[in-house]
């Protein structure tokens, strides 16, 4: 398929994919669960909550951390309840079991079965009756009901005080005593965590399912998966083995075409070629970003640990200083920070290579970005410290706290300090390529998508701030996919794909056309069910049926391409062998051949283990996601970050050769490790909770219950041999990133046995001196 062909049919996805989330978008703003101007009670007019507590109550949860404690409707962290799950199930046996003291005498589970069932049947018109007025925008009640509600906010108003009778429910879910001292901020998070339940309770007007299509799973008031959930599942099952059928079809049609056999160098391309002082300057990008893995596996280390020992760490109380939320948000926006970091650097690496010439004051440029990025970093994380301490007051909390979403945990000021940071890096990466695009020649389409997609990462990343302080969960759900899914699984992944795709061709391993008909192909691919496929994240936040149906069957098609990473995989381990001076970028390369493996594995296998909305219902919101998170974050994204950042110092590095001992041992302890990780406990605890999930319900396989017997305790602790091994194999990497520095991973010049290696240079002209 010619280039054009390909450029109209990468249009065309993107046009008409995000014409659909648009449309989507609107329906589910205008469906969205409502928030009542007031809660009364029916017998005598008693408000319980108005609009704003509620709203108000939203902030206060994400003040606290939001999904970094606990969960609501399924996003959110693992180790405290879902919350929305915890008060419906709480607010439904209260019911019972005060109907069936009052009416007979007992406890509602001491009633014969016959008995039971006809109180849970009135339990289902109590509580899944709508009785919201659209026309006055009150919610009203029943009496029974308002007991209810008022039992449940003391229950929680102990536990995120500092009721001695919740000190052991506290340690289950890694809660510190007084995490909320306030009594009328307990009030208001109480009013946030009623609406939460109750949209997750009540039906849709005309229509038999409630607001979150069901979930959660709760047999006592009859939530279980609707038709359309199952249909729709089976229908993701057929599009996914038809889209697999079609690709292979298609490959086989390609595989008796001629084809020129590969001519590789005999020798470096690069070596001989001068490095520009804007590439050098990138050098300090890298190091923090070796800094800050081995910071984030080690608060990850920490946050697994609340798991099994939620007031501490071996006996440190820790919680004091540093509690679970803190750790666990730290641990995630690291992460993506030490990601980003590497990508960007490796594209302001990149762009004077690739464009042939050093703008004037581009490495002032470059320092410039690289104090920014330290800013925001050590700014943000600054922030959340002081908003989970409920030092912040709710509209600062907005601005320089803790959001409280989920991989956007940063204030709204960090977040617009960051996106004008990445727009400063498209400026600076598009004003050192853009003359090679403007002279064109074979790479012109490589280009162009390389711009497009670092465009693209800006754009996208501004998708998170379409919400505000007091958006309504269901829409801030919907922005917050986009950032996750669309900035990035979507569009850095294009970009990752296009910057291979350079540094190979730039080292004569891959043909130019070859690379262009690959990168573009696989982009459309993979677009073609990625971007309509972030609704598969929203089956379960407010949206309609229709958002259901097409994130099942988009989600599905989301996987087809990632059947080829095989082929990927080998041609990456093949190039790395095609002739003696690539050896030089063995490691780079292994990690490339990683990010395929865990692109299978994790994107692929363990996506789609927890994608179609019949598995998710019972899985969401358990261990079974980070099973899926991990092996695609890291062993995706981290991978291709290490990659990067090694091919990038390889080009940067001494006229000495590099001792690979330790990186060999980062290489195989890192996966391994991950592996093991996942393995020996993620996987195990989450099969356990989806069985006890479809068995008695959502509630009880998040219960401190369920999770605090001796087997879940076992299996968490068995998570500590992986994270061992990970954690020796992110040192080594550090300590190898390092030594760069001072020397020890770099082989003294004259080493018997090896060619002395010569400074990586992209660029023939001598660098200009900068004014």
């Known amino acids: 398929m ?43 007019g008693r408000t319980l909550f108005t609009g704003q507590d509620i709203r108000d109550g939203q902030n206060v949860w994400q003040s606290l951390g939001g999904q970094e404690v606990g969960s609501i409707w399924g996003h959110g962290a693992y180790v405290a309840p879902d919350w929305s799950a915890d008060w419906l199930h709480r607010e439904a046996t209260w019911i019972l079991d005060v109907w069936a003291r009052d009416e007979k005498g007992k406890t509602f589970d001491e009633l014969p079965a016959p008995e039971r069932a006809a109180l849970v049947e009135r339990l289902k018109a109590e509580l899944r009756t709508n009785t919201y007025d659209a026309a006055t925008g009150t919610l009203t009640v029943s009496p029974i009901r308002a007991r209810a509600i008022e039992e449940v906010s003391k229950h929680y108003a ?45 039906e849709r007007p005309g229509a038999s399912i409630t607001y979150s299509n069901n979930w959660p799973s709760e047999p006592l008031i009859g939530n279980h998966p609707s038709g359309a959930l199952v249909v729709w599942s089976a229908v993701s099952f057929v599009l996914l083995l038809a889209g697999i059928g079609a690709l292979a079809w298609y490959f086989a049609t390609q595989r008796h075409r001629a084809t020129e056999e590969p001519v590789y160098p005999e020798r470096d391309p690069l070596v001989g070629l001068q490095a520009t002082p804007s590439m050098r300057a990138t050098r300090k990008y890298f190091w923090v970003v070796a800094a800050l893995i081995v910071t984030q596996i080690g608060l990850g280390a920490v946050s697994a640990h609340y798991g099994v020992e939620g007031s501490g ?27 980003a970091t590497a990508w960007l650097a490796t594209g302001l690496f990149m762009a004077p290579a690739v464009g042939g010439h050093e703008p004037k004051f581009q490495r002032a440029g470059v320092h410039f970005l690289f104090v920014c990025l330290l800013v925001i970093v050590v700014g943000s994380l600054a922030g959340q410290w002081f908003a989970v301490r409920q030092k912040l007051g709710l509209e600062a909390n907005f601005w320089f706290g803790h959001q409280g979403y989920e991989y956007v945990d940063l204030g709204r000021f960090w977040q617009i300090f960051l996106l004008v940071g990445l727009f400063l890096w498209l400026f600076l990466v598009g004003r050192a390529m853009w003359p090679a695009l403007r002279k064109g020649g074979e790479n012109k389409n490589l280009l162009a998508l390389f711009l497009i997609a670092s465009a ?34 979507g569009f ?22 070859t690379a262009t008909h690959a990168v573009l192909f696989s982009t459309v691919l993979f677009l073609s069910g990625g971007i309509i496929g972030t609704f598969h994240h929203l089956y379960f936040t ?15 098609l989301e996987v087809v391409p990632l059947v080829l990473i095989g082929f990927e995989a ?81 080009g940067l590095s001494t006229h000495r050769a590099w001792k690979t001992g330790a990186l060999s041992f980062a290489f195989w302890a890192i996966n391994i490790g991950l592996a093991l990780m996942v393995l020996l406990s993620l996987l195990p605890v989450g099969l356990l909770q989806t069985w006890a999930s479809v068995e008695h319900g959502m509630w009880y396989a998040r219960s401190a219950e369920f999770l605090q017997t001796p087997r879940m305790d076992t299996l968490r602790w068995m998570r500590v041999v992986g994270d061992t091994i990970f954690a020796a194999g992110a040192l080594a990497l550090g300590w190898f990133v390092l030594g760069l520095k001072t020397g020890w991973s770099l082989r003294a010049e004259g080493d018997p046995g090896l060619e002395p290696e010569r400074e990586v240079i992209l660029i023939r002209q001598p660098a200009k001196r900068e004014a």
């Open 542 to 556: 407010g949206t309609p049926t229709a958002v259901l149906a097409l994130g099942a069957t988009f989600s599905a």
């Open 158 to 202: 102990a536990v995120f005080g500092a009721d001695p009778a919740m000190a052991e429910l506290r340690d289950a879910y890694a809660i510190p005593a007084e995490t909320i001292k306030d009594p009328e901020r307990q009030r208001l998070m109480n009013a946030f965590f009623f609406w939460a339940a109750w949209a997750c309770a009540t």
């Open 456 to 489: 693209a990462i800006g754009l996208f990343y501004g998708a998170g701030l379409m919400w505000g302080r007091q958006t309504n969960l269901a829409m801030a759900e919907y922005w917050r996919w986009w950032v996750v899914h669309l900035w990035v699984e």
């Open 570 to 650: 080998y041609e990456n381990l093949t190039l790395s062998r095609a002739r003696p001076w690539v050896a030089a970028y063995k490691w780079p390369i292994y990690f490339f051949v990683a990010v395929a493996f865990w692109n299978l594995v994790g994107a692929g296998l363990f996506g789609f283990f927890i994608n179609p909305p019949i598995a998710l219902y019972y899985m969401q919101g358990l261990n079974t996601t980070p099973v899926h998170g991990h092996t695609a974050l890291f062993g995706v994204y981290g991978m291709l970050g290490i990659g990067l950042m090694l091919f990038c110092l390889k």
């Open 2 to 44: 010619r280039p054009t062909r390909l450029w109209a049919a990468f249009v065309t996805v993107i046009v008409l994919s995000f014409a659909v989330l648009g449309y989507f978008g609107f329906e589910i703003y205008r469906t969205a669960p409502p928030v009542p101007a007031r809660v009364v009670v029916a017998s005598d």
């Open 313 to 339: 760490f071996y006996g440190i109380p820790l919680d004091r200083w540093l509690p679970y939320a803190v750790t666990r948000t730290w641990h995630v926006q690291l992460g993506i920070f030490w990601i």
């Open 492 to 513: 850095f992944e294009v970009f990752a794909t296009v910057v291979i795709a350079f540094l190979f061709t730039r080292m004569g391993l891959l043909r130019i056309a």
